[in-house]
């Protein structure tokens, strides 16, 4: 939030026709006295003496300066805002925007980003109120066009103005399923980068030094990315996810190979900078060690039976084989590693080229890659060119346990992606005495065995209760001193002589074990080279100049990108479940996945549902809710997770928790929509694990699932009886349920509302 008060308008903040007088005095000394606690953060000293100066001002009828008037309110709503008076902070801001927008008119542009970020802040996430914060912008946006158009001025002073504005009110637009506006919104700015490329010959965009406009750009493509995944418009969403990563690259290829830089989203490419070792993975049997698996025991103890086609039974059943996983161990020499979440790996001329891995979509940064404040100017030519920064940590040799995405900080992508990244490298790459496969070439061999495993901070709590559990692999690299957390400060920067990192290929293009690089046995790849676009797609003619030429276009759901191979899924199972391994004496329960500590999907119903939950199981099995899903703590989430018989819970990152269940564990899940139907495409991720880890999955069918960043509505009485109804089936399919109350159910009808997911 933007708050400070700039001295020069101080100065001039108000005007009377008289001489000076007492009051003058006053008010500036008021003014000095609240920008120099401002500077202090004392908000309360701050926000008294700029109430006094306004005071004053308004009392003595004296004439305010309107941009000046902005400013001083701004600062009173922003001291309010950190005293967390929030009422009075949202007034103030509404006084500050309607000041501005008489300043507007005047040639004073500086109040309008100022006034509206703050208003988002405020509005979305501190208040959560999304729909009066997207009501706030769109008068942002109203504002400046008027300015515009009285001061006579074209689009593109129109887009300087307002395109901070423009991206955040898109951003919102997006969560809240307004995808028409959202495109409409955005589309100015990436359409007004392509009508400034200077020819067909130009192969950057915004070739300019203004970091701070290509990330904003770039920020804008993402969104539009978004948008076009919820309307399951994967190619679309492709294409804008390649513009995005086009806007973070530096501008400046003098001494690279290739004309300019580029993502390299996979390992692919013939003329390489890197080695490729394929690691096939054995998929391992997921046994529950001496302990009954709860469903197990829930129904031999009451006699319930299986039922038909719920999946397996797993309950005196063999369970079935999956195929090898294949890893992928890349080896890549004089690479760098920075970015505020160590997001950034990329390689100096003469490659010129940042790495995104395989598991991207279409290479896509994080949102925020080429923001030099986030990422301390990743594009700068000192930093990513040539020179060293002053900040470098020079390693040997690292194996790198991060997601380019910045996964490692979304719960569902580090629980699924970086612990499985942490899993393959203790139980596949190196042995109990910290020494590497013995499948691996010599020379790799040993430079990866004396490898520092680089690893984010969050991270840091398995690593940790794996140490306490006395992990043999784990211990004997502590004791080595070749663990070590990514610290990271602004203009540091990781020179790595031989950096490795451990990858695989999503489940849209698979390779082979003997050919990493080639396409699925027996059939074509399921994507296609990038190439000239025929369309009229304004997006797609963009995507066509920003692309990077290994780039991918993709026709498929860009979340089976996500999907990490089964073998490799087993293996991290596996691996959990010997380190945190489930306590024998356990009672079974039913667990509740509850979001009520999340801003979306949160079920506004859920003390209703957990109540008749506990009513239908009452004298048979404990009902528990388990909130706090998205923090990363294994030992935690492996307690409560394996001793589940059945998971009932909205679509949320924390069910990537089911890692921790025992074979056969029922699965209810709530599902999530997207603007083309539902449930969401999303919700392949659940089905894919599930399968893998062979839980019994299903989703509740609704008829109007709440969009990915909504929450679920209010249920009735009927839905929250039906939840419990198919709760209790799913355990005891040859029962019928007990009544929620001593008066029994009330007599109306209810469909089945679950799909079984085979």
Not at 155 to 166: C, F, I, M, P
Not at 295 to 309: L, N, Y
Request: glycine share 8%; net charge neutral; proline share 6%.
């Amino acid at each position: 939030m933007m708050g400070l008060l700039p001295k020069h308008l101080v100065l001039v903040v108000a005007v009377a026709a008289a001489p000076e007088t007492t009051v003058h005095e006053q008010i500036r000394s008021a003014l000095a006295t609240g920008e120099a606690a401002l500077q202090a953060s004392r908000w309360r000293a701050s926000s008294d003496a700029y109430e006094r100066a306004l005071h004053l001002m308004k009392h003595h009828k004296l004439q305010i300066n309107v941009a000046a008037e902005s400013q001083l309110t701004n600062n009173v709503a922003w001291a309010a805002f950190k005293l967390g008076d929030h009422e009075r902070a949202l007034r103030h801001y509404e006084a500050s925007a309607r000041s501005c927008d008489a300043a507007l008119h005047d040639g004073f542009n500086e109040c309008l980003n100022k006034v509206y970020d703050n208003l988002h802040e405020l509005v979305h996430r501190t208040l959560r109120r999304r729909g009066l914060a997207i009501d706030y912008l769109r008068e942002g946006l109203a504002s400046a066009k008027r300015a515009i158009d009285e001061r006579g001025l074209d689009e593109a002073a129109l887009l300087h103005l307002d395109g901070n504005v423009r991206v955040r009110l898109g951003y919102l637009l997006v969560l809240h399923g307004e995808l028409n506006e959202a495109e409409n919104t955005l589309g100015p700015l990436l359409r007004h980068a392509l009508t400034n490329t200077t020819g067909p010959s130009e192969h950057g965009l915004f070739t300019g030094p203004n970091v701070e406009k290509r990330a904003l750009l770039q920020e804008a493509a993402t969104y539009v990315g978004w948008s076009r995944a919820f309307r399951r418009d994967w190619t679309g969403a492709s294409d804008a996810h390649a513009v995005g990563a086009a806007l973070a690259l530096p501008r400046d290829a003098s001494g690279c190979t290739l004309p300019r830089w580029r993502v390299q989203d996979g390992w692919l490419t013939p003329e390489r900078s890197w080695t490729v070792h394929p690691l096939a993975v054995k998929a391992p049997i997921l046994r529950f060690g001496n302990v009954v698996a709860p469903i197990c025991a829930v129904r031999r103890r009451f006699g319930a039976k299986d039922r038909p086609g719920a999946g397996p039974g797993w309950c005196g059943a063999s369970e079935p084989s999956l195929s090898p996983g294949l890893a992928r161990l890349v080896e890549i020499p004089n690479a760098f590693l920075g970015g505020k979440d160590g997001s950034a790996l990329w390689q100096r001329a003469p490659h010129c080229v940042f790495f995104a891995g395989e598991v991207t979509s279409s290479g896509a940064p994080p949102p925020d890659w080429g923001d030099a404040a986030a990422n301390s100017g990743l594009t700068d030519r000192d930093v990513v060119l040539n020179s060293e920064p002053e900040d470098t940590i020079t390693i040997e040799s690292a194996l790198l346990l991060f997601d380019a995405r910045e996964g490692h900080k979304m719960f569902w992508h580090h629980q699924t992606e970086s612990v499985s990244r942490l899993a393959l490298a203790l139980c596949r790459l190196f042995d109990r005495d910290g020494k590497a496969a013995s499948d691996l070439p010599e020379q790799t061999r040993n430079m990866l065995s004396r490898a520092v495993v680089l690893f984010p901070q969050a991270l840091t709590a398995t690593i940790t209760a794996l140490l306490q559990r006395g992990h043999a692999t784990t211990k004997a690299l502590e004791r080595q001193r070749r663990l070590r957390a990514y610290d990271w400060s602004a203009g540091r920067v990781y020179a790595i002589r031989a950096a490795f990192v451990l990858d695989w290929p999503p489940a849209a293009f698979a390779g082979t074990a003997d050919a990493p690089g080639g396409p699925p046995s027996g059939g074509a790849p399921r994507w296609e080279p990038r190439g000239r676009h025929n369309d009229d797609n304004w997006i797609a003619e963009l995507a066509s100049k920003a692309a990077a030429p290994y780039g991918r276009r993709y026709k498929e759901s860009l979340f089976r990108l996500h999907f990490v191979p089964p073998g490799i899924l087993r293996t991290q199972a596996a691996f959990l479940r010997r380190a945190f391994p489930p306590d024998r004496d356990a009672k079974p329960t039913v667990l509740w996945y509850s979001r009520r500590d999340c801003d979306k999907r949160h079920v506004k119903s859920e003390d209703e549902v957990i109540e008749a939950l506990r009513t239908r199981f009452k004298g048979r099995l404990d009902v528990v809710s388990w909130a706090g899903g998205a923090t990363p703590d294994a030992k935690r989430a492996a307690s409560a997770w394996s001793r589940a018989a059945l998971v009932v819970g909205p679509h949320g990152a924390g069910l990537a928790n089911m890692v921790h269940c025992a074979p056969g564990t029922v699965v209810l899940v709530l599902p999530a929509g997207d603007a083309a139907g539902a449930p969401s495409a999303s919700d392949e991720v659940f089905a894919h694990l599930a399968v893998a880890l062979g839980l019994d999955l299903r989703f509740f069918r609704m008829a109007e699932p709440p969009l990915m960043f909504h929450n679920y509505s209010k249920f009735d009485q009927s839905a929250v009886r039906a939840v419990a109804n198919e709760a209790w089936g799913a355990l005891f399919p040859d029962e019928p349920p007990p009544p929620l109350s001593p008066y029994g159910d009330e007599d109306d009808d209810v469909e089945v509302v679950s799909e079984v997911v085979a």
